[in-house]
């Protein structure tokens, strides 16, 4: 079962966050084989973290709780809260096999939180920007609650547009960067 885990930082935290990086990466190298995306996402400037996004393959939604709430990070408080979904790997791929490799061109998570009725459950046209593409589902993985994209676009309104914004209760787009052990 594959689930997205965004975990947001709780304000004041990136000190908390610089401490616990080598436990955070540690943490997430027990992951290796499970994960199909991983990375922080940046404020403004795009230097300065804001949170943290995990695409993981489980056995169960228990296995998912342990892996998002058991993070050193979110022991320690540097979270504020955690968005933990059931997901659907349209793809088929991880991050690692996205034919632009790790750092060419802008990378941002688009995260869309449904309202009504199922939309963009389809892989858009242009497959080759897309890192990561899914829609976020219920906890049992029947009901579609949202989309998750991990994209690369010029900038934030290209990348928005990758969702049928107008079919959301809310899209939020973040700076986003490939993340682990460089």
């Not at 990136?14 to 199909?36: N, Q, T, V």
């Not at 393959?57 to 998002?68: G, H």
């Not at 994209?151 to 993340?179: C, I, K, N, Q, S």
Request: charged share 30%; aromatic share 10%; with cysteine.
């Amino acid at each position: 079962m594959e689930f997205f885990c965004h975990h947001r930082d709780r304000p004041g935290s990136l000190p908390l966050r610089e401490e616990l990086l080598e436990a955070h990466w540690s943490y997430m190298d027990g992951y290796e084989k499970e994960l199909i995306a991983r990375g922080p996402t940046f404020a403004a400037d795009g230097e300065t973290p804001t949170d943290s996004v995990h695409i993981v393959d489980l056995p169960d939604p228990a296995a998912a709780r342990a892996f998002a709430f058991d993070e050193p990070n979110y022991q320690a408080g540097a979270y504020r809260d955690v968005l933990l979904r059931r997901w659907r790997n349209l793809l088929g791929r991880t991050m690692w096999d996205f034919p632009g490799g790790r750092t060419d061109g802008n990378r941002y998570l688009v995260l869309g939180l449904g309202t009504g009725e199922a939309t963009d459950l389809a892989v858009p046209p242009d497959r080759d920007e897309l890192i990561a593409y899914g829609p976020l589902l219920s906890d049992d993985g029947a009901t579609w609650v949202g989309t998750a994209a991990l994209l690369r676009a010029p900038d934030p309104d290209t990348a928005r547009a990758v969702l049928t914004v107008d079919r959301y209760a809310d899209v939020e787009v973040h700076d986003w960067e490939f993340g682990g052990r460089r």
